[in-house]
Nanobody, 119 residues
């Protein structure tokens, strides 16, 4: 059984770091990504990161966000700087991974963590 769990930590200067850790019977993790859904909006891809280290960002991140991962911890992180109220949303992490003993890879999602940015 595999689970993903997000958490958030406020940092100095108004930055926020989201963390997501996958736990359970995991053999290997492929791509990991962050999505968000703002109030009344559709879910959008924020950033993704492959196992090879290739990254992709949504235009709205405007070089303010950084995605990185720790393979040792089966975790991914999203560093968000210069946040504005437009960043208010539920943030979800997802991981494409092989479970132990599995012959196929599956996508797993965390329950999400709410980020509220005040003006």
């Amino acid at each position: 059984h595999v689970q993903l769990k997000e958490s958030a930590a406020v940092q100095s200067g108004g930055s926020l770091r989201l963390s997501c850790k996958a736990s359970g019977d995991i053999f290997s993790v492929n791509a990991m990504a962050w999505y968000r859904r703002g109030p009344g909006k559709q879910r959008d891809l924020v950033a993704s990161l492959t196992s090879n280290g290739d990254t992709s960002y949504a235009d709205f991140t405007k070089a303010r966000f950084t995605i990185y991962r720790s393979d040792a911890k089966n975790a991914t992180y999203l560093q968000m700087n210069s946040l504005n109220p437009g960043g208010t949303a539920d943030y979800y992490c997802t991981a494409n991974l092989y479970g132990s003993g599995s012959l196929a890879e599956y996508d797993y999602w965390g329950p999400g963590t709410r980020v509220t940015v005040s003006s």
